[in-house]
């Protein structure tokens, strides 16, 4: 896991925003849509400053979204700035005590308590009122700024929100923030499991970009190997800092700022491929069995390192594998999509149907498109081998998250192995995304891997 790039300084935050828009060699003009950001320790006081800039009335107001547990974090601070400027706020706090579901229910609520005569928007925390404040805002057509409470998900400066919508968790457009604002006296204060969760997101990308390199070999995808630069500078950064300790400023402006650059990075190229891959589709999953059936889940970065380590152990399986034409062919033939869409129909309710729906138009188990992409598969192979020769061991990821006391297996989340195994041949059918298991499904392995790594 050492860093071998040397352009870190390059690939700050504050390096890229100072860029500003560019032409890459990648052919695509990289546009970071965040206009600033503020970490370091007790920037909250740069709160008026901001909100100054993205030109706010004082005759009016600024709404205030938070949770209980978020405005008892960063509240006091957060008030203070706002009255000590004279700025008027409403203020709606959320139930923190219970868990905030991003769906159509949630967004509602919000809508219903907003206030007209407030100019600008304010959320004062992170995850499910940060991806809810960021399509409030773009509904409202509003300034934005977050205020960061733990350095937990890499959502802060996309545009886009992770929410469920008819039960299937899906990302739709929203505003990218403003300004992010990461105060580390408050950051290094958050729970151990959320900075946790904000290293496992991180780790995350390490499958990512491979994936995203591997849909551009077999599928043609866009791709832009100085984005995954930006990704793999800053994921070596927060893991060098959090070798010194969870809890120091260094280890939460390090994962602060990976998070951001994960936003920046996902603008740039204009689809989630730098930030998510089949670690995601993990958590995703478990997170829609959870919002159906009320089955265990965790923190979405938690869940993502525990996918990350899944992964990197079903691409060390991969590596020993040579693609059979024949065998592939006969494993499509053989393929019922109907007892597939019962599997699925069974394991997730409701959210199985958005799939199947996606299906229909996405056609990936048609077996015309499947002959396509296994004869680019097997002509390419090399290529994808000496990508995927580019992760890191399993082993070193696991002893890495065991080191910041993060978990990492299913297990310890409370999640059986019938769940980790349907979670991974589910992952396919999340969203039009070449990954891992659809890789495998194309060269008729799935099953066998399954079998292998998540036996019941």
Request: aromatic content about 8%; hydrophobic content about 45%; some cysteine.
């Amino acid at each position: 896991m050492s860093n071998t790039n040397k352009q870190e300084s390059d690939y700050s935050v504050a390096a890229l925003l100072a860029r500003g828009d560019y032409k890459c060699a990648c052919g695509k003009m990289h546009r970071a849509i965040i206009k600033r950001a503020v970490i370091g320790a007790g920037v909250i006081a740069q709160l008026p400053a901001q909100i100054a800039l993205e030109g706010h009335d004082n005759s009016k107001k600024v709404f205030v979204l938070a949770d209980t547990n978020t405005w008892g974090a960063a509240g006091g601070k957060v008030a203070a700035a706002l009255q000590g400027a004279g700025i008027a706020y409403t203020l709606y706090c959320l139930d923190g005590s219970v868990r905030l579901e991003p769906d159509e229910h949630l967004l509602g609520s919000i809508m219903l308590h907003w206030d007209l005569s407030c100019d600008l928007l304010v959320t004062v925390g992170t995850g499910v009122l940060n991806d809810m404040g960021k399509i409030v805002a773009g509904v409202a057509r509003l300034p934005y700024i977050v205020v960061g409470t733990a350095p937990s998900m890499d959502g802060y400066a996309s545009n886009t929100s992770s929410t469920i919508r008819d039960h299937l968790k899906v990302s739709v457009d929203s505003k990218c923030p403003d300004v992010v604002i990461g105060d580390t006296d408050v950051l290094t204060k958050a729970p151990d499991r959320m900075i946790q969760a904000g290293i496992g997101d991180m780790l995350a990308k390490f499958i990512s970009v491979v994936e995203w390199h591997i849909g551009n070999i077999v599928a043609g995808e866009y791709y832009c190997p100085e984005v995954v630069a930006i990704m793999t500078t800053a994921l070596h950064k927060i893991i060098d800092a959090a070798k010194g300790g969870l809890r120091t400023h260094e280890t939460a402006a390090a994962v602060m700022e990976g998070m951001i650059l994960s936003g920046i990075a996902v603008n740039y190229a204009g689809v989630s491929r730098p930030a998510s891959g089949i670690e995601h589709y993990f958590s995703h999953i478990w997170d829609m069995r959870y919002v159906e059936f009320n089955t265990p889940c965790d923190l979405h970065g938690i869940q993502c390192g525990i996918g990350t380590v899944n992964a990197l152990r079903i691409y060390e399986l991969i590596k020993q594998m040579k693609p059979n034409r024949e065998q592939a062919l006969a494993y499509v033939k053989s393929f019922d999509y109907g007892a597939w869409c019962d599997v699925l129909r069974k394991n997730l309710g409701g959210s199985a149907e958005a799939m199947i729906h996606n299906e229909a138009r996405e056609g990936k188990y048609d077996v015309t498109k499947h002959a396509a992409r296994l004869e680019s598969i097997i002509a390419r192979w090399d290529e994808i081998m000496t990508v995927v020769n580019e992760l890191p061991a399993a082993a070193e990821i696991e002893a890495f998250l065991k080191q910041v006391g993060a978990p990492v297996s299913p297990a310890e989340i409370g999640l059986s192995k019938a769940e980790e195994r349907f979670a991974f041949l589910a992952t396919k059918d999340v969203r039009d995304k070449y990954i891992a298991s659809r890789l495998l499904w194309d060269i008729g392995e799935l099953d066998n891997v399954a079998d292998t790594l998540f036996p019941v």
